[in-house]
């Protein structure tokens, strides 16, 4: 198993562009979570997603939108970037909510970085 | 609104210490608490998951407790080796909320010197 993917690794934007990042997991986890971390700050929740076709907001959803077309993919979207946007960005996964299998596993990070 | 801190901020100390980290939250409504491992430029390690109804849980050379009343847990590190450091976050899941969202305190950044 891949485990959790995060797709880019890497990337510059100029202020006012787009992208989409791409979460991926091998494991059949129903929840996917998308969190941001600032040096010096510990995760904090962009969005989540309990099951296909949901999302919900967390803590700091705005700027952001994200779309759970499929089980195992996760996207959120820039629409029009922003120098707070910069950030490194994770995405993790778990089997579901209740009970022991309450581990949330992790994927590398995106570092992005908007000019 | 929880709010999770780690003190100390960061924490440097000779091979083979035996060390202390430690997470305080506010809410003692907590779901669970999980300790991670983050070392530089990557992604977070799951190392140990405590639910709110244990009060300890070990794995090799680490040990987490929980006392939920007091809103505290430690991260036990025994024979510290210099491939420890890293950055160690706690994190607390909320009880029962939808999405069981964890919120995270702002870690405790670790060196082992040789």
């Known amino acids: 198993n891949a485990g959790v993917t995060q797709t880019p690794k890497f990337r510059v934007l100029k202020t006012g562009q787009s992208m989409t990042l791409l979460c991926a997991q091998d494991?059949?986890?129903?929840?996917m979570y998308w969190y941001r971390q600032d040096p010096g700050m510990g995760l904090r929740l962009i969005h989540y997603s309990v099951g296909e076709g949901t999302t919900a907001k967390g803590e700091v959803p705005d700027g952001y939108n994200v779309s759970r077309l499929k089980k195992q993919n996760f996207l959120l979207g820039l629409e029009s970037a922003a120098p707070s946007q910069t950030s490194v960005y994770f995405c993790?996964?778990?089997?579901?909510?209740?009970?022991?299998?309450?581990?949330?596993?992790f994927g590398p990070g995106t570092r992005l970085t908007v000019l | 609104k929880q709010e999770v801190t780690q003190i100390p901020a960061a924490l440097s100390v000779p091979e083979g210490e035996n060390l202390v980290l430690n997470c305080s939250f506010t809410?003692?409504?907590?779901?669970?608490l999980q300790w991670f491992r983050q070392d530089p430029g990557k992604g977070l390690t799951s190392l140990l998951l405590i639910q709110s109804s244990q009060r300890e849980q070990t794995s090799g050379r680490l040990n987490a407790s929980l006392d939920k009343s007091s809103g505290r847990s430690t991260l036990y590190i025994a024979a510290s080796q210099p491939g420890d450091s890293a950055t160690y976050l706690c994190a607390v899941s909320r009880q029962r909320y939808a999405g069981n969202m964890l919120t995270f305190g702002g870690g405790t950044r670790l060196m082992v010197k040789p």
């Open positions: 494991m059949n986890h129903e929840y």
């Open positions: 993790a996964s778990k089997v579901r909510g209740d009970g022991s299998y309450n581990e949330q596993f």
């Open positions: 809410d003692s409504a907590i779901y669970n």
